[in-house]
């Protein structure tokens, strides 16, 4: 299918002519191109070794280069600058980021030098094809915003582009996703608050990922969701919190407010619950944050005891999610594990793919009181001690091990356990039949070794079934 320079083998797929010449279309072998060149979109097509083997004509207008001249250019790994020739600035431009070159679609923003107006930028949007010999070709598409658009929208550097990206991904509804029916209550319950600005009230375990529920809702808002600022009530000082809540000169004064997630709301000084509640009631204008709340313990007990103002619970309460603890998710421990280890792998030159089938018997039988926080924590340890790309037992943290053979070891106070009458009757027995053997089968003299009247030993002996002595 292909040469030994990557390119493209003309009886399988030969080099397209322009999209503007005469005939193009209407040649059978250049379907392909035909459906590209009808395309309003800008689209070009890069070999494996990323040189340009076709581009329609929305390409060609706008970059100005026609697809003779661009056929063949090679495009080159470097961030472009105003003395930059437009050729080397555009095969700058169209070059493929690492991630795409090893098979994994991709998406960037990059800025465009030498244009009117400061802030335009091109978005690419990268496809790669693969073939049992690798990389195949990679299908590019550029989005250019209208002028409007550039002025009122400052690009962000590429890097911080990709990062604010990825951190949307990350926190899709489908990484959210899960088998167990707690779950899946969660996410419909994340879903609808995700139609509004209403307030959110998470509840849930210490480490059970409250955090990760409020991100996830602040990220299916369309368009620019704005800033997500989590402020810890228990440790950040009262000024601080009222900086950031109150202050329309610090991030208050954005003009995209996004959401602010509070963590332990009863810890707040009575005064800023007071101006939270305030703030809550224009919430739902897009001049104001959005509030989020998550709590370990349960508000309603602290509004019980005065610790929470009960207008603040009311209006906390919109909204209140449960999440469930790690325990309860038995059913979703195999996709946490592989999507746990995808951040643990960060940095690793051989990645951990996986857990041994006794490593999953160990996973499986902790409780994990931490919840995922402690999940996370001993992969993460567990990785650094991994020779290999599987996990055994061994490798996760001593102190787990250990609790996990304490709760299998079996209680041997129950195998020992005997009934009272039982063990009485058998001291009596014993205690009878030595007295018996010391007065030599003589009963009246066994009775007063035992300090009992006769009649009472006879009886007892009856009731024991003591055979006669001597």
Sequence with gaps: MTGADGSFESASLPLPPSASEPGAQNTPDFRWQALFARSS?????????????????????????????????????????????????????CCPPPEVLKGQPGRTRRLVPGTKTAWRWWEFDFLPFRDSDGLLCVLGKIAAPSEREQVETPPLPEKLAALRSGVEQRHSLD????????????????????????PVLIRGERGAGKSWVARTIHYQRSGNPGPFVALDCTRLPAS???????????????????????????????????????????????????????????????????????????????LVIEVPPLRERQTDMPTLVDRLLERANTGREQP??????????????????????????ALQTACLHAPNDRLDVCHFPAALRLAVRLDETPDASKELALPLDHL?????????????????????RAAEILSIWRPRLLRRMEALKIQETG
Excluded at 246 to 264: N, W
């Design 41 to 93: 979109d800008p689209i070009f097509v890069l070999n494996r070794r990323r040189r340009i083997l076709f581009v329609n004509q929305a390409w060609e207008k706008l970059t100005g280069i026609g697809a003779t001249e661009a056929r063949g250019l090679a495009c080159i790994r470097r961030t472009p600058i105003v003395q930059d020739p437009w050729d080397v600035v555009i095969r700058a431009l």
């Design 424 to 444: 009485l009757e058998q001291a009596e027995r014993r205690l009878i039949l030595l007295a018996l053997r010391k007065a030599q089968g003589n009963r009246s």
């Design 240 to 318: 601080a919190l009222a900086a950031v809540l109150f202050d329309h000169y610090s991030l208050r004064g954005q003009a995209d407010q996004g959401t602010r997630y509070l963590r332990e709301p009863g810890n707040l000084p009575r005064d800023a619950q007071a101006r939270l509640c305030d703030l809550m009631g224009a919430s739902s204008a897009a001049s104001e944050p959005r509030i989020m709340a998550g709590c370990d313990v349960d508000p309603a007990d602290e509004a019980g005891t005065s610790r929470l103002l009960e207008e603040l619970h009311c209006a906390l309460s919109t």
């Design 175 to 198: 990484r959210l996703a899960g088998n167990s029916p707690a779950m899946r209550r969660v996410l419909e319950q994340v879903r609808l608050a995700s139609e509004s600005r209403f």
């Design 352 to 377: 951990v793919i996986g857990l041994t089938p006794e490593a999953w018997e160990f996973v499986r039988a902790y409780s994990w009181p931490g919840n995922l926080r402690e999940l996370y924590s």
